[in-house]
């Protein structure tokens, strides 16, 4: 797996553009979905950081910051990344601006297949949630790793995923993955 | 429930491809609506390959591969195991694929579609537009209705499919408009054709019913020929008798709510009467202004007969009712016959009119009961106290008798208690049963009567009739609005269209009647002997009487009002169905998040309905910029038209205040967690939570459209929604009364708690002014919105809220915060 995206990567540049599109117009994609729809990272936010009026002047930048992947599929278009991005863009806009202003998004020219798509979708996940820490709760940490990358094997956890380990090669054991967020694995 | 295609069950057949060309045939297949059998699967491909031959630009737009995908996915295919399953070669498919595999039943007929040359750019054009706005169409479950009418039509050998190649939409709609009006095709193709037109329009009308109801129709719901007294009118103005209920079941309103409006008629004065020999010139009977007068004076004098004031020329007035209980209790003038009557039997006869609210014929069949439980009306001797028994019919088909348990139940009859000064006229002796006058012709009680009454009025200059006497109730009532009259309606079975609503939610126990009537005239002595006019007659206090051991059931009314414990129960079990969530789960997961929320909108929706007493509507709260938290009211729109007679403005109680901010937070949250997973809903939430800000930008005019367009809708969604899951996805849909009674598990009528609030506020002595405001009950003249009210809404408000609030303390419907806040 571990290749297949290093083979993506490559050709990712020639493949992608920047375009503006309306909120209103992406949906995620029906395949992603799926991995949130038990744990949706949003519910892991502060509330009060969610939707400060200070940001609304500040779309563009947010959405260049930390850009919305998307591809086109007839009139609409679909999320593989930039999730978060996608949720502070759409907390500080109105009803009426979300069809009405247009937001730069990297388009990518083909939909992906099923576990690119995947990967890069994780990829900015734990991303989020372990490089730049948006929650610092092990617990929930747990929570979410594990549901994001699930296991058959009820014994094994997630640190056995392929996803996973195709995301952090180098992550192989908790108490890794604990020195990493430097804190304590009891639990994770 | 459709079964599809999995990306497991397709990787399983282990089929030559690499992984962009999987994904391809993969997002193909269910593009397709390939069942997982792959039943059928060799027709479709082979109708497929017929279309794409021909228009193989047109369907690489469609199906988003190319013809040549298409080729490679075949000989693929035919290459496999597929290929040699019994279900893949099978021309048939399965029974109820026209329902969940709409599109592959489309394809797989497609030989049979008769037009073999215009057939494949029709199916084309019709695809590409299906699959463009898919989600609409699923949305508002029509894809079987589109699909069947497509298909129908293809097949269909009369009729001919035009070539739409070079057809915009545009055009193509234009054409089935033209051709669904045609009046030459038949019924069934015309039916397709408007399927079809609305499809390619993307417009669904909802029937909604947007004119208020022509006067003919209107008079065709009453009966003419049965008049009934306006109270406090004068003699020529009458209501006609209400013949059926009308059906507005559609609009959201059940049927026990639904009266008609109210007809009045004036009947020609005798007095202004012309002489015969008199014509009436043409140009008066012609006049449009002057017929526009006309109506405009009934509606002046029943507005005014509906205000009127205690010195109304038809009330009786406090000098009138002291001379009159002075002569009846004259006990040295009994003896003397006047005509063939007694003078006693007269006084009773009087006294008894104007208690009971009767007319002298129906006096005149009064008998005197053994016991309470025998047949038919008539005084009672019950614990050494007088009793009037009457026999209250409610008129109410079978269908309409809920058989709930949990409904209270009512007695047949009504018993109330007679003040002393009344029976001692009356002379009732306990051990004379039956009839209580001769059996002489009406007439003649009636022409003695009259005599009595003239003679009274030559002798003391005073205005009393026969008529003043037997409305005098009423009529002293609306001026004074002393008690509810609804009482009267109860105590005496006399029927008035004034309380024919009010009648219905209300529930009384005799001993509550007892004393109101009792109050009653206990106010009208007070206020003849504060006028210094003579009164040796004292009202006293009721008797306590155990009416419910005596008679099993001592209730009369409302057939639909559960006990309040039943309410106390069914919010204990909502709050703690509500508490049991997780918060993490909750907000995580999708599931659990709908399921919250469905939860959590039931209470707030049950909640709404007790303590607004809401009629059972759909979408019945339509905005949250309804809530005018700073005044304590809100505003409710039931059984409404396009006139909005019935959009008012009642208390708002404390706890529903709360619970509605609550619930907007509520809904702030959920948004955000919906944005990705369910936009459609998420848009519309927000939509919602801001509509206060933009309802200040909109044009009275638009704001008009927009409301008539929201309150009672059933697909248009509003605030109070809940998720609900269908073949192709969840949806949000409206709260509706069939829903509530549904996740509610209860057999007792939704509108229970109408009931319940209008009996709670009639326990707790409101004024009936207050409570017609409060529920909404008024006839022409009374209503507060009115341009002529001087009614204040402040006052009434800060008046009824706590009564409100007490009544929602005490069923337990405290606010609930939302775990996702």
């Keep these: 797996m571990a290749d297949l995206i290093a083979k993506y990567d490559k050709t990712l540049l020639c493949n992608t553009e920047l375009t503006y599109v309306h909120l209103a117009d992406i949906s995620i994609d029906p395949d992603l979905a799926e991995i949130i729809i038990d744990s949706n990272p949003v519910s892991a936010l502060k509330s009060k950081s969610t939707g400060s009026k200070s940001s609304r002047f500040m779309t563009n930048m947010t959405a260049l910051q930390a850009p919305i992947w998307v591809y086109k599929k007839r009139n609409k278009y679909y999320l593989v990344s930039g999730l978060l991005t996608h949720f502070f863009l759409i907390s500080t806009m109105n009803y009426d601006d979300l069809s009405a202003r247009n937001v730069p998004v990297i388009l990518l020219n083909k939909k992906p297949t099923y576990n690119i798509k995947r990967l890069i979708f994780l990829s900015d996940l734990t991303t989020q949630l372990l490089k730049k820490l948006f929650i610092t709760k092990e617990k929930n940490v747990k929570f979410f790793l594990e549901n994001w990358f699930p296991n058959d094997d009820i014994k094994s956890n997630y640190l056995q995923n392929k996803e996973w380990q195709t995301i952090f090669p180098e992550i192989k054991t908790k108490k890794e993955l604990a020195s990493m967020l430097n804190t304590s694995n009891r639990d994770l | ?821």
């Design chain 2, 1 to 821: 429930m459709r079964e599809r295609i999995s990306r497991q069950d397709l990787f399983d057949e282990k089929l030559n491809f690499n992984d962009e060309d999987f994904e391809k045939f993969y997002d193909f297949l269910v593009l397709i609506e390939c069942p997982k059998s792959f039943r059928a699967l060799n027709e479709v491909l082979s109708n497929l390959l017929e279309i794409s031959q021909q228009y193989p630009h047109f369907f690489e737009t469609v199906f988003l591969i190319t013809k040549k995908d298409l080729v490679n996915l075949v000989s693929t295919i035919s290459d496999s195991n597929i290929s040699k399953k019994d279900d893949f070669l099978n021309h048939h498919f399965e029974r109820g694929w026209c329902q969940t595999h709409v599109i592959y039943a489309v394809l797989a007929q497609y030989k049979m579609f008769t037009s073999t040359s215009s057939r494949a750019v029709f199916t084309l054009r019709f695809l590409e537009h299906f699959f463009c706005n898919i989600d609409t169409i699923f949305n508002i479950e029509r894809e079987e209705e589109v699909t069947r009418a497509f298909r129908n039509l293809n097949r269909n050998k009369t009729f001919i499919v035009p070539d739409f190649f070079d057809n915009s939409i545009d055009e193509i709609v234009d054409y089935f408009d033209s051709l669904r009006k045609d009046d030459q095709l038949e019924g069934s193709i015309r039916n397709q054709l408007r399927q079809l037109y609305n499809f390619f329009n993307l417009s669904w009308k909802n029937r909604t019913k947007k004119k208020s109801s022509s006067r003919t129709v209107l008079r065709q719901r009453f009966n003419n020929k049965q008049l009934e007294r306006v109270i406090g009118a004068d003699d020529n103005v009458f209501t006609s008798i209400l013949k059926k209920s009308i059906d507005n079941t559609q609009s959201g309103i059940e049927k026990t709510e639904a009266f008609p409006v109210i007809s009045f008629i004036k009947t020609e004065s005798k007095i202004d009467k012309k002489p015969k020999h008199e014509i009436a010139a043409v140009k008066q009977i012609k006049d449009k202004s002057s017929q526009k007068k006309q109506i405009a004076n009934v509606s002046n004098s029943i507005q005014r007969a509906h205000n009127s004031t205690s010195l109304n020329k038809n009330i009786l007035q406090a000098h009138d009712l002291s001379f009159l209980l002075f002569q009846l209790q004259k006990k040295k003038n009994y003896q003397k016959q006047i005509g063939v009557v007694e003078t006693r039997v007269v006084c009773q006869f009087i006294i008894a009119s104007l208690y009971f609210s009767k007319s002298i014929e129906d006096i005149s069949s009064f008998k005197i009961l053994k016991t309470h439980s025998e047949d038919g009306e008539g005084f009672v001797f019950i614990d050494s106290t007088w009793h009037f028994k009457s026999v209250f019919v409610d008129n109410l088909t079978v269908a309409e008798y809920s058989s709930s348990s949990e409904l209270l139940e009512i007695s047949d009859y009504s018993l109330i208690q007679i003040p002393e000064f009344v029976s001692s006229i009356m002379a009732l002796d306990p051990t004379k049963i039956g009839l209580l006058f001769k059996k002489i012709s009406k007439s003649r009680y009636r022409d003695s009567c009259t005599t009595f009454l003239s003679n009274l009025s030559d002798t003391h200059g005073v205005r009393v009739s026969l008529k003043s006497i037997q409305y005098f109730n009423n009529n002293f009532n609306e001026a004074n609005q002393l008690i509810d009259p609804v009482i009267f309606d109860f105590a005496f079975n006399h029927i008035t269209y004034k309380t024919r609503a009010s009648r219905h939610y209300t529930q009384y126990s005799f001993s509550e009647m007892s004393s109101s009537i009792f109050y009653f005239w206990q106010t009208i002595i007070e206020n003849i002997s504060s006028l210094g006019f003579m009164s040796n007659i004292d009202v006293k206090s009721i008797k306590e009487i155990d009416y419910q051991s005596m008679c099993d059931c001592d209730h009369v009314g409302s057939r639909f009002l559960p006990s309040a414990g039943f309410f106390q129960k069914r919010n204990m079990s909502l709050q703690s169905k509500l508490s049991e969530y997780n918060k993490l789960e909750v907000q995580s997961s999708f599931d659990m998040l709908i399921q919250y929320h469905n939860d959590y909108v039931i209470y707030v929706s049950l909640m709404l309905l007790a303590t607004t007493g809401y009629r059972a509507v759909y979408n019945p709260l339509p905005s949250l910029s309804m809530r005018l938290s700073r005044y304590k009211m809100i505003m409710i729109s039931d059984k409404d038209d396009i006139d909005f007679t019935h959009a008012r403005i009642i208390p708002l109680a404390d706890s529903l205040n709360i619970q509605i901010k609550n619930y907007q937070s509520h809904l702030d949250k959920l948004s955000n967690l919906l944005h990705l997973l369910h936009p459609e809903a998420a848009f519309h939430v927000k939509k919602q939570t801001e509509e206060l800000n933009h309802s200040l930008s909109v044009k009275p005019s638009d704001s008009v459209h927009w409301f008539s367009e929201i309150k009672n809708s059933k697909n248009h969604p509003g605030v109070l929604f809940y998720f609900s899951k269908n073949n192709y996805g969840t949806h949000i849909r409206n709260v509706h009364p069939s829903w509530l009674s549904e996740v509610d598990n209860t057999d007792y009528p939704l509108n229970a708690t109408r009931h319940y609030l209008r009996t709670f506020l009639a326990k707790h002595k409101l004024s009936p002014e207050l409570i017609a405001f409060t529920m909404g009950h008024w006839s022409t003249g009374e209503a507060p919105l009115g341009r002529y009210s001087t009614f204040e809404f402040q006052e009434a408000c800060s008046i009824v809220s706590p009564i409100i609030q007490k009544m929602s303390e005490d069923l337990n419907l405290t606010p609930i915060r939302s775990l996702l806040i």
